[in-house]
């Protein structure tokens, strides 16, 4: 089975620094797409950034960037600069093919603080 | 604003009753999905809809159903409500749902408290 792992419940930040959260997959696609989702404190979900897994390139969205590994199945979420409205829980997201359709499936999250 | 709306936002009920959810997806999305995240089960996928077909389904319970109408809104009807179904509910909606690099965007989901 297909899964999404994240292994670190929680991670501490100081504003202004720079912080990575883990994600690992496994997978037998060799074409597919990976998404990191933000959770603030008002529980919306945010699509904070995605990758392309053909495309050597690692994603970037302002702060956000993407450390992503395909031979290793890892693809981490660095956050640069970190200010306390990045405080958050972050879910890995990956998409779950049966048969011609997708759905996402998340990881179990990380919830992430950021001290003054 | 994602552009996905759910109503209604909280809702209190109690044991035993039936309420119903419903979502507007994005302009121009066809599919809808709906995820329930609970504090000890995460974010778990319930049901997808794709143009007002069924397209795929996840750990939805019996008592759970859902359908999307011909102007593409959807509702998740949940009946015999128990404590424990209470979670938050999320609609999210794409433009298609057969295609890998679909983003899905969230709405800001319903609070359904069971007491």
């Known amino acids: 089975a297909q899964t999404v792992t994240q292994s670190q419940p929680e991670m501490s930040v100081q504003e202004a620094e720079t912080v990575t959260l883990s994600c690992t997959y496994d997978t037998s696609e060799s074409d597919y797409y990976l998404f990191w989702y933000k959770q603030p404190p008002s529980r919306q979900m945010i699509l904070v950034i995605r990758?392309?897994?053909?495309?050597?390139q690692n994603a970037t969205e302002n702060r956000f960037s993407v450390n992503f590994q395909k031979a290793a199945q890892s693809f981490s979420l660095k956050i640069s600069d970190s200010q306390l409205g990045d405080a958050a829980m972050y879910f890995c997201a990956w998409p779950d093919y049966t048969g011609a359709n997708s759905k996402l499936t998340f990881g179990k999250g990380i919830t992430l603080s950021v001290r003054p | 604003d994602s552009g996905v709306t759910q109503t209604p936002k909280h809702l209190i009920t109690a044991t035993g009753q039936r309420v119903t959810l419903r979502c507007s997806p994005r302009?121009?999305?066809?599919?809808v999905y709906w995820y329930q995240q609970s504090l000890d089960q995460g974010l778990q996928f319930l049901i997808q809809y794709y143009n007002g077909e069924e397209r795929a389904k996840g750990n939805i319970l019996e008592r759970f159903s859902a359908q999307q109408f011909p102007d593409l809104h959807s509702e998740l009807n949940l009946s015999s409500l128990e404590l424990g179904d209470s979670a938050l509910y999320f609609c999210a909606s794409s433009v298609a749902g057969t295609s890998p690099g679909n983003t899905i965007y969230f709405g800001e989901g319903s609070w359904l408290t069971v007491v």
């Open positions: 302009s121009g999305d066809l599919s």
């Open positions: 990758q392309e897994a053909y495309k050597q």
